[in-house]
C-alpha cells in the first residue's frame, strides 16, 4: 500500500564507521514511476524509487542519487539497486548496480 506513483518523503540519518567518522545524509525520495526490469531472475513489473541527496561530513559534501526497483506482489526483496555518489564538481566517486539473481518465497 505504500508503493504509490507520486509519493514523496525525506530521511535523515547518521553514520559512524568503524575508524570513528561520522557523516550526515539528507535525503528526499519518491516513487518515480511503475516499469518492468529485467534482472537474471525475471521480468518484474517494479516500481521504481529515486533518491537524491547529500552526505555531509567535516564540510565535505557529496551527492547521492539512487534507484531501487520493487515489485512487491512478486517478490519481498529489492529487484534492481543503483547507487551513484559524486562530489560538488559532479566527479564520480563510487558507482555499484545490483540485481536480483534468483529468488525463492517461503
Avoid: M
Avoid at 530521511?11 to 534482472?39: M, N, Y
Avoid at 534492481?80 to 534468483?102: D, Y
Amino acid at each position: 500500500t505504500d508503493f504509490i506513483v507520486g509519493k514523496r518523503w525525506n530521511t535523515r540519518f547518521h553514520i559512524i564507521e568503524p575508524s570513528g567518522r561520522e557523516s550526515v545524509v539528507d535525503l528526499e525520495l519518491r516513487v518515480a514511476d511503475r516499469e518492468k526490469v529485467t534482472v537474471p531472475a525475471a521480468t518484474f513489473n517494479a516500481f521504481r524509487i529515486e533518491g537524491r541527496g547529500w552526505r555531509t561530513d567535516s564540510g565535505i559534501n557529496v551527492s547521492w542519487n539512487l534507484k531501487t526497483w520493487y515489485a512487491p506482489n512478486q517478490v519481498r526483496f529489492e529487484v534492481a539497486w543503483e547507487f551513484l555518489v559524486r562530489t560538488s564538481g559532479l566527479n564520480t566517486v563510487f558507482s555499484q548496480r545490483r540485481e536480483l539473481a534468483a529468488f525463492r518465497q517461503s
